[in-house]
């Protein structure tokens, strides 16, 4: 569909698109600044050993860092580069989706616009696991389901079925978009055609063809990945409803308050006011219902983080700009919907800023702990230089850590080919092979955080085992951790515990 625009919406165009780029920067500027997460320099690891997948996910995160990499080197800014970029792409596909399936560049400059200032899109690329790819990707799937609607043209297909491939290759949760899809041919009488034609069929065939590599890699590791997430994640143990009450205060706090409020109008408007053609506000709702009841019913028995709803943002923003721009509201929820419209934007970039304030300094709270003391690694460069003395000094040949978060810490902070290594939970480094015979026999360092209960591990496997250091971490004066230092020696076996994952236990 092609608009003559009129100088006004050009006006809006040009300035959406100026901020969009504005705040992009602002993103590369907290990228810079703010340390990785231990998630981030766990898939950092990844990206130095790239493979068909990996024990956690499928490898797109890696390839996303490791395109950072090769342009800005192993920074914070490296890692994060490629992912805070794939915004712009993001930005565009939304407008053109919103352009397309509502008929006004109004609605979709605010949809482009609010994806932005969410801090799911906002943090979400800015911190980068395998739910950014996917938000780019979703955002990718939902503008070539519009452009099929627009066209009638069943080569979009075929572009469907790449995007749904390029968000398996994110996270297995894009395996829903099949249900989804399926939904809104089946509930639209228009579209039903589809089915009777290769077209459908085809696109799902160049969606199994992208995600070829992930079966192949789970094929010669016993399924590990696909039974980790898959069977683990559906699993219902136990029946625990303290979880749903989680969902809405996070969404409420990821979307950030107005936007939130415009995008659950605007789902309500899409059934009540029925807003738009049939196709259309079926195509919105599935993609969005299909998941979202899905984390519902996780969450009766198991916590749902709040980054898994990615995938449903880019149908739940075009939703809010419908809200916001073409429904005929009566005069009070019209009045609130015009002043969530308002300040969307301001709030969401002023959340935004004080996140990454507060995650640097811990200035907004007094300086005392919060929430992301311990998952961002502020402290963590100090406490490597002091890590990589105590080792210089004691001889150790290589250090043991006994979590992959701090595993993956350490060998981001430290010099680079110093030797760092998990004995447990082997699987995590599958891909990564195994660490030099010689390095291990030699006196090794242990780092551990200090807790009131300590793992037999060492008293198990060493004969010698003697404290060296207690160091701390911390941002500013807050202690967020201290670490105990243990030089061992006089292994009693194996130094690597081989013991099979929980998924693949008899």
């Keep these: 569909m092609t608009f003559s625009m009129s100088p006004g919406d050009r006006r809006l165009v040009r300035n959406t698109a100026l901020t969009i780029l504005g705040l992009t920067a602002l993103r590369l500027v907290a990228a810079a600044w703010t340390p990785l997460t231990f998630d981030e320099a766990y898939y950092w690891l990844w990206s130095k050993h790239l493979a068909g997948g990996y024990?956690?996910?499928?490898?797109?995160?890696?390839?996303?860092?490791?395109?950072?990499?090769?342009?800005?080197?192993?920074?914070?800014?490296?890692?994060?580069?490629?992912?805070?970029?794939?915004?712009?792409?993001?930005?565009?596909?939304?407008?053109?989706?919103?352009?397309?399936?509502?008929?006004?560049?109004?609605?979709?400059?605010?949809?482009?616009?609010?994806?932005?200032?969410?801090?799911?899109?906002?943090?979400?690329?800015?911190?980068?696991?395998?739910?950014?790819?996917?938000?780019?990707?979703?955002?990718?799937?939902?503008?070539?389901?519009?452009?099929?609607?627009?066209?009638?043209?069943?080569?979009?297909?075929?572009?469907?079925?790449?995007?749904?491939?390029?968000?398996?290759?994110?996270?297995?949760?894009?395996?829903?978009?099949?249900?989804?899809?399926?939904?809104?041919?089946?509930?639209?009488p228009q579209q039903r055609r589809w089915l009777l034609t290769p077209w459908p069929y085809l696109g799902g065939l160049v969606a199994a063809v992208l995600f070829l590599p992930v079966i192949l890699w789970n094929a010669d590791h016993q399924w590990v990945s696909f039974l980790k997430q898959l069977t683990g994640r559906a699993h219902f143990e136990d029946f625990r409803p303290a979880y749903i009450a989680e969902l809405i205060p996070t969404q409420f706090v990821f979307a950030t308050p107005f936007v939130f409020i415009l995008g659950t109008m605007g789902l309500y408007a899409l059934i009540r006011y029925k807003t738009g053609?049939?196709?259309?506000?079926?195509?919105?709702?599935?993609?969005?219902?299909?998941?979202?009841?899905?984390?519902?019913?996780?969450?009766?028995?198991?916590?749902?983080?709040?980054?898994?709803?990615?995938?449903?943002?880019?149908?739940?923003?075009?939703?809010?700009?419908?809200?916001?721009?073409?429904?005929?509201?009566?005069?009070?929820?019209?009045?609130?919907?015009?002043?969530?419209?308002?300040?969307?934007?301001?709030?969401?970039?002023?959340?935004?800023?004080?996140?990454?304030?507060?995650?640097?300094?811990?200035?907004?709270?007094g300086f005392r702990r919060d929430a992301t003391v311990r998952s961002v690694g502020v402290g963590w460069r100090e406490l490597a230089g002091q890590i990589e003395a105590v080792r210089t000094r004691s001889g150790a040949t290589c250090l043991l850590v006994p979590d992959y978060g701090t595993t993956s810490w350490l060998t981001f902070y430290l010099p680079p080919g110093t030797c760092v290594v998990q004995p447990n939970q082997r699987i995590r480094w599958v891909n990564m092979g195994e660490p030099d015979a010689p390095k291990l026999a030699a006196p090794l360092l242990y780092v551990d955080e200090l807790r009131p209960w300590q793992s037999p591990y060492l008293k198990e496997h060493f004969g010698q085992i003697e404290r060296v250091a207690e160091l701390q971490r911390k941002r500013g004066s807050l202690v967020i951790e201290t670490y105990g230092l243990d030089l061992v020696r006089e292994p009693k076996g194996d130094v690597l515990d081989r013991s099979p994952p929980p998924e693949l236990a008899p």
């Design 55 to 188: 024990y956690d996910h499928p490898p797109m995160v890696a390839l996303v860092i490791r395109a950072g990499t090769m342009i800005a080197g192993d920074t914070e800014l490296g890692v994060r580069l490629v992912s805070v970029l794939l915004a712009l792409p993001m930005s565009y596909w939304l407008f053109r989706t919103a352009s397309v399936l509502f008929g006004g560049i109004r609605v979709a400059a605010i949809a482009a616009l609010l994806i932005n200032v969410t801090l799911m899109a906002a943090v979400g690329t800015m911190i980068v696991t395998p739910d950014a790819p996917l938000l780019v990707a979703s955002s990718l799937v939902l503008f070539c389901l519009a452009k099929l609607l627009e066209s009638g043209r069943g080569a979009w297909w075929l572009a469907v079925g790449a995007a749904v491939g390029a968000a398996l290759l994110s996270k297995y949760t894009a395996l829903f978009f099949g249900p989804a899809i399926l939904i809104w041919l089946l509930a639209t």
């Design 277 to 365: 053609a049939l196709s259309t506000r079926v195509l919105i709702s599935s993609m969005f219902w299909t998941i979202a009841l899905y984390f519902v019913w996780h969450s009766l028995h198991a916590r749902v983080e709040a980054n898994w709803f990615a995938p449903v943002y880019p149908p739940f923003v075009i939703a809010a700009a419908v809200a916001a721009h073409l429904v005929p509201w009566e005069r009070r929820a019209q009045a609130l919907s015009d002043f969530c419209r308002r300040w969307a934007a301001p709030v969401g970039v002023v959340m935004f800023a004080g996140l990454i304030v507060q995650a640097n300094t811990g200035v907004l709270t």
